[in-house]
């Protein structure tokens, strides 16, 4: 199938799953977009529903192209014009798949007492919610929690920035997070709420399983949800920011787990 | 003064300043913006040549409108639709300032037997580049080297996200790292190349002070200069990503230093 106008039904409703979250959610269906993320999502197991190539794209990434489309229910060659209408990216790859939700959301993971977390409360930046993702997975944690109000883990920028994690990663969205870390540590699960003061250094103390929690990049985390978890824990810091961007602390965090 | 027109040629320079690289080197200006961020300036000691302000800003920002006007020798109040002009964000806070370029960038500081210093290899992300000079001054490193082929430290990008960090660092920018490097070799001065693979694991060594080398985000350092390095190091990763942001990686090569 060949599509070159931009008034086509299926690329509105493709250019439209990439602006709006409130659309991803009553489609049930997200936008993946360029090569690397397309084929993350297809050696996930997971089907496309619809993938976009443009004829150049489809020539350079040959063995990619063979792969993706080999999974993809419906595969559609559109024009690089009809392309930059469905893109998010300025200067796109020319590859795009739109993938229904994955299913883990619906069906939380257990937490395991060894296993190492990360918990998320209210993060807004998607280049943020993306990096973490990525680096949860690099440094092999166990999954991720994320409280409702967090961006949409569908958003365009937060699959590319996630380097495809978002298709592997164990991910449990929770309405409550202060309540779900007060379950958790009836399990006996320990928890580790980072604040930028008021707080032990994270060097300070053995964190090696748990679950780490990183609040809003204005706020921090709320002092309901900080006053459940087991350790308050920071970064020591030096200089007149004394701040670090939410992902950058997060990678520190987990790091310290990790080490 | 008022300034209620987008053909002024201010504006016109302003809006210029922020979009082009090549302008700010020719100008040797830049544009700050956002109402910390102009603070951060003046705070520093700078003095703006322009102050740019919305009515409404000046309202909500009182106390800052006095210290940055105080220390700027243009001050101008423009519309919001101009405001919008000279502006690189989607929701301007109303307050910007052009700078001269600073000093420090010209007159190369001096690196410090037992310092601790993050270079960068061609990064070419404004936001890696402003989140690692941010995380670079919360861990109280004593400066950034970056080779001239990295992105603009002047950009609008870097700017924000590094929090003001780009006006209180030092910071050098070299035309040949690799030689830069084996001199501070030469001086005693140990250098850490980070790479994925065929490295000490940098929770292994001893690396209180010395020279942190970060790549570019898709290629990492050239041979040419890791091969200068006192040691080769790396973050053990799992999953299958098996990489990192260059700024989350960068947070954990510096936090190593530090701790």
């Known amino acids: ?26 489609q049930k269906s997200f936008a993946a977009e360029g090569v690397r993320i397309c084929r993350d999502g297809v050696d996930s197991g997971k089907f496309a529903e619809y993938f976009f190539y443009t004829a150049d794209a489809k020539e350079k ?3 990619d192209f063979n792969k993706i489309s080999s999974c993809s229910k419906i595969v559609c060659e559109v024009s690089q014009s009809v392309f930059e209408k469905i893109s998010d990216t300025k200067t796109p790859q020319g590859f795009l798949c739109v993938f229904n939700m994955l299913d883990k959301i619906k069906k ?9 977390y990360v918990a998320l409360e209210n993060l807004q930046d998607p280049s943020n919610v993306g990096t973490v993702l990525r680096t949860a997975e690099a440094l092999g944690m166990d999954g991720v929690i994320m409280s409702r109000d967090c961006c949409d883990v569908y958003s365009p920028k937060v699959v ?52 780490m929690l990183i609040g809003n990049e204005g706020n921090g985390l709320t002092e309901n949800t900080l006053s459940v978890c087991t350790k308050r824990v920071m970064i020591p810091m030096f200089g007149r920011a004394e701040s ?16």
């Open 160 to 211: 590319r920035g996630s380097m495809g994690a978002v298709f592997r990663l164990p991910l449990n969205v929770v309405d409550n997070l202060a309540e779900y870390i007060q379950e958790l540590s009836l399990q006996g699960i320990a928890s580790y709420g980072s604040t930028p003061r008021n707080a032990e250094p994270i060097n300070s103390i053995d964190c090696t399983c748990g679950v």
């Open 61 to 63: 990434y040959g063995e």
């Open 108 to 116: 939380p993971y257990t937490i395991n007492i060894r296993g190492r």
């Open 244 to 259: 670090l961007n939410a992902s950058a602390a997060a990678a520190i965090l987990m790091w310290e787990m990790f080490r």
């Open 1 to 26: 199938m060949v599509i070159s106008s931009k008034e086509n039904n299926i690329i509105k409703y493709t250019a439209k799953l990439s602006k709006s979250s409130k659309f991803r959610k009553e």
